[in-house]
């Protein structure tokens, strides 16, 4: 059995069914021989971050996979193995080398060496004979433990090669670890005899799958809920609990609650110190529920540290908290107040939300979008900048991960990448993106692979020809010099690819404009509305 063969073979066993990729690689022959479909892409990011979305909407359960050709095709994926490094989303990344006389020789590019650091592990095959081994590893860290990308590069002398027959390869086994009971005992007496607990959700809840039981707790002692952007849909927003998500972005409710706690009660969650994340304030009594102890004490001080699974972790809270707390909780007080600072909080932003100014206000945009699609099936994604922030505060996640929140790296032009994977996963799924003209300026040629690959997205364009929130940072460069605008007319460019594109400019088209691109995507069209509105640069910081 040639190398490519078995690679694909130990793929499909493992329940991959989507290659995304770009030539050359061999391995997309040897996968569509073995009914993995290949989806090729436009340049090499885009392709890691369908594949990162692959990953995300399903838990982890299927892994998405990436391959690119050695030299520029695996430097120029660099970008995407990072973000799934900051994000902890496992992919799997399966590089071209260079021969392996050549790999450790300068100028030429190694993918095991070069993308080591921002790896979970990385690899080179060096000896067919030891393939499933090296998938073996490669697989087990991508179905345990915290999230990453995994690199196993093939070097390109390596395809005649051959893999001693029969193939012995099972499928890995994915295995769960959970906290040491003392110390949630402790955790639960403290959770129980808190004045003012806040539970603060990561996206590990998602992985966990863990979403009932968060849902218990917060409902058994009556504790308000936020979420990262990671974590966002872990905890249905309309709950009477819910405080709402967001990170550079948030609804006021979130640093209210959390300035006035005494326990802060993290689960599934890094704590990771960044600009796009909610900063949590100092003096608090922590716990926090990790799955990975290296995250313990690195940003935040813990009083308690619960390393484990998220699911693992409430199942036995719930259980040693329900030795002595055995019904809910009256949670009208502490909903009232939620309820009463986010009436206050919208009714500062409802002029935005509502307003009929032309150009178009982007919050009047988004706040369409959300009464007018079906909220509980669709998926949807920002992007970096001002689409995460005007977004992420408003939109309101009814159910698990309908909404993908990111943002440590946050690179321009992710979310087109995750709207086409998540749909490649989740095809009953209305798939959408958000972003901006600077966005669509890194990654709009891959709105061709959405109509190449019949991938029926639709993405929703905020146009206001501007870095807009470079504004206020390059005030001479753009006065004397312009540096901050851009532009282009890309429903035209959506329209040239074989998509759906409309340029909207009044208010009273939004609607009617959704409508239509939802009716397009149920007939396999991927849809591009482009919304031209102003250069907004207000955003729903703490405090105001």
């Not at 909610?278 to 940003?299: E, R, W």
């Not at 505060?393 to 946050?410: D, R």
């Amino acid at each position: 059995m040639k190398l490519g063969t078995a690679i694909a073979e130990i793929m499909r066993r493992e329940g991959i069914e989507i290659l995304c990729g770009y030539p050359v690689n061999h391995l997309i022959e040897h996968a569509a021989k073995a009914e993995i479909r290949p989806v090729m892409v436009r340049q090499e990011r885009v392709g890691i971050h369908m594949a990162d979305a692959i990953s995300r909407v399903t838990s982890g359960r299927s892994v998405g996979a990436f391959c690119m050709q050695h030299g520029p095709g695996a430097e120029n994926a660099m970008g995407g193995v990072a973000q799934c490094f900051g994000e902890s989303v496992p992919v799997l990344v399966l590089p071209m080398g260079y021969q392996r006389r050549l790999a450790h020789i300068e100028p030429n590019f190694n993918s095991s060496e070069a993308m080591k650091p921002f790896a979970k592990s990385s690899e080179p095959i060096i000896l067919a004979a030891e393939v499933a081994n090296i998938f073996r590893r490669a697989f087990t860290k991508l179905k345990n433990g915290r999230g990453g990308p995994v690199i196993v590069e093939i070097p390109s002398d390596m395809w005649n090669e051959e893999v001693p027959e029969p193939l012995n390869y099972t499928p890995v086994l994915r295995t769960r670890y959970g906290a040491d009971p003392v110390h949630v005992k402790e955790a639960a007496s403290l959770l129980v005899n808190a004045k003012r607990p806040v539970i603060y959700a990561g996206q590990g809840v998602h992985y966990a799958q863990a979403w009932p039981q968060l849902k218990r707790l917060a409902e058994r002692l009556a504790i308000p809920v936020t979420t990262s952007l990671g974590g966002k849909s872990a905890f249905p927003e309309t709950h009477p609990l819910s405080l709402g998500s967001g990170g550079l972005a948030v609804p006021r409710a979130v640093p209210k609650f959390l300035a006035e706690a005494d326990v802060i009660f993290g689960i599934g969650c890094s704590f990771t110190e960044t600009n796009f994340g909610i900063a949590m304030p100092k003096g608090k009594t922590i716990i926090h529920s990790t799955l990975d102890p290296n995250h313990l004490n690195k940003d935040v001080e813990a009083s308690i540290g619960l390393v484990g699974d998220a699911g693992l972790v409430l199942d036995a809270l719930l259980e040693e908290i329900g030795k002595t707390v055995t019904r809910d909780r009256d949670a009208s007080a502490v909903a009232a107040e939620i309820a009463a600072s986010h009436k206050e909080w919208l009714a500062k932003w409802m002029p935005k939300l509502t307003s009929n100014d032309a150009p178009l206000s982007p919050y009047r945009v988004l706040w369409d979008l959300q009464h007018t699609v079906d909220v509980k099936n669709t998926i949807i994604t920002h992007d970096a900048g001002s689409p995460r922030d005007q977004l992420s505060p408003f939109w309101k996640a009814v159910e698990p991960l309908t909404y993908l929140g990111w943002g440590k790296t946050t690179q321009l032009g992710y979310g087109l990448g995750l709207a086409m994977g998540a749909k490649l996963a989740k095809p009953d799924k209305l798939c959408i993106n958000v972003w901006g003209d600077a966005a669509i300026g890194f990654t709009g040629m891959d709105f061709e692979t959405a109509v190449r690959e019949r991938i029926p997205i639709m993405s929703v364009l905020l146009n206001n020809f501007s870095m807009a929130i470079e504004l206020k940072v390059m005030p001479v460069s753009t006065e004397k010099y312009r540096s901050t605008d851009i532009s282009g007319d890309y429903a035209a460019m959506a329209r040239a690819f074989g998509g759906y594109g409309e340029r909207v400019t009044r208010p009273d088209d939004i609607v009617p404009a959704i409508k239509r691109g939802i009716q397009k995507t149920r007939e396999g069209v991927p849809v591009l509305l482009e919304f031209i509105t102003s250069k907004e640069t207000e955003v729903s910081r703490p405090g105001t």
